[in-house]
């Protein structure tokens, strides 16, 4: 696609619940990050993909977060029995190669979600 | 103490006015990358730096890596430069580390 997508845009959810927040990358991109940003807060690194293999999930805030990524493309993060400080917007980001060599990061609009 | 640290955190310019954000860092890094985030959340790439200095229309970025600084500046400000300025350091891996953001507030 033209740019990086994100679904849904907003997500309002009780406590307790699992949600799937979804990733399209730029088409060809290998490489895929998911960031958090809380309300008052910087962005947070949570995992990356190179490919469908995440080297680093040391980002990830508890054992109720997980993301995979399937045939090199999409993305998914799943948050199992959200709690209300998983509020925040969720931001997904690819690149054409890892960021270490130099590549240029393109971020989509992001997912808000909102546990009550 | 945040490993990367930015200034001012709030800054409010006159159109036209030039404008420096700066970045301070304390652990090594490969490259820096300076991100726009318009209201509504939206956030661009504007710079990834690995050394020296970089130029995009009114936008420079530079960096020291011996000082472990860098710098954005925008010249002849106006007013839909407003956003959040976020600097972020590439750590290790692909892993990047951001600042808190300055918020920019460019009046007409």
């Known amino acids: 696609g033209a740019g990086v997508s994100q679904s849904p845009s907003n997500k309002v959810t009780e406590k307790g619940k699992d949600v799937e927040l979804r990733c399209d990358p730029i088409s060809g991109h290998t490489a895929l990050y998911w960031y958090r940003q809380s309300l008052g807060q910087g962005l947070e690194f949570l995992i990356y993909?190179?490919?469908?293999?995440?080297?680093?999930k040391s980002g990830l805030p508890s054992d109720r977060f997980s993301a995979e990524r399937t045939g090199g493309s999409v993305s998914t993060l799943t948050i199992q029995r959200t709690q209300q400080e998983d509020s925040a917007v969720y931001l997904c980001?690819?690149?054409?190669?890892?960021?270490?060599?130099?590549?240029?990061?393109?971020f989509g609009s992001g997912t808000q979600l909102s546990v009550l | 103490k945040n490993e990367v640290e930015q200034s001012p955190q709030n800054l409010t310019a006159q159109e036209g006015e030039f404008i420096t954000i700066n970045c301070s860092y304390s652990v090594g890094i490969s490259a820096l990358h300076w991100l726009q985030q318009h209201p509504g959340g939206g956030i661009v790439s504007l710079f990834m730096l690995s050394s020296g200095k970089k130029k995009h229309g009114r936008l420079i970025a530079t960096i020291n890596i011996q000082e472990k600084h860098s710098s954005l500046h925008i010249t002849a400000s106006h007013p839909r430069d407003s956003a959040v300025y976020i600097c972020?350091?590439?750590?290790?891996?692909?892993?990047?580390?951001f600042g808190e953001g300055t918020q920019l507030t460019v009046n007409p």
């Open positions: 993909f190179q490919g469908n293999s995440a080297p680093d």
């Open positions: 980001a690819s690149s054409l190669e890892l960021v270490q060599g130099g590549e240029k990061l393109f």
């Open positions: 972020a350091v590439l750590t290790s891996g692909s892993r990047l580390t």
